[in-house]
């Protein structure tokens, strides 16, 4: 599987992110792939120092993947790392997000840009909803006291 984090604008006006990867199948001679879909545009790009962007949405529905360099993103969120091979898949067109670059190695990617009706085969790495957080937060209060949850 391959690492991939989502990022979105969510109906709250806020930054949100998951941790994820890229669903992979069995192929010809043993590879894992994933299905072939569409994309409108690719380019690449290289930064070498921090450009101080400030919170900034994404200007496109894509895909960001890391060639090499790592960095840290800022969402409403919290925090998380991209590192060379793993893969963003952005939709925060909206609330906006913070990066900065760590290390002295230079940020290249790709960026291949979307259309709103292709599906990317992203699977969150552990599904959670609200419920399941409260029933986490319950068990750990009851483990507290030794009463049940």
Known sequence: MIRCVRLWSGKDGRSHFEEGVIDLEAGQRGDLVSGKFPIASVSFQETDADPKL???PDPARQLVITLSG???FTTHDGRFSLRSGDILFTEDT???HDWTLLGEQSWRRVYAILDQATI???RPAQLHS???GSKSRKAKAAAKTGAEP
């Open 54 to 56: 400030g919170w900034h």
């Open 70 to 72: 790592a960095l840290e």
């Open 94 to 96: 909206a609330a906006g």
């Open 120 to 122: 990317v085969p992203f």
């Open 130 to 132: 609200a419920a399941a």
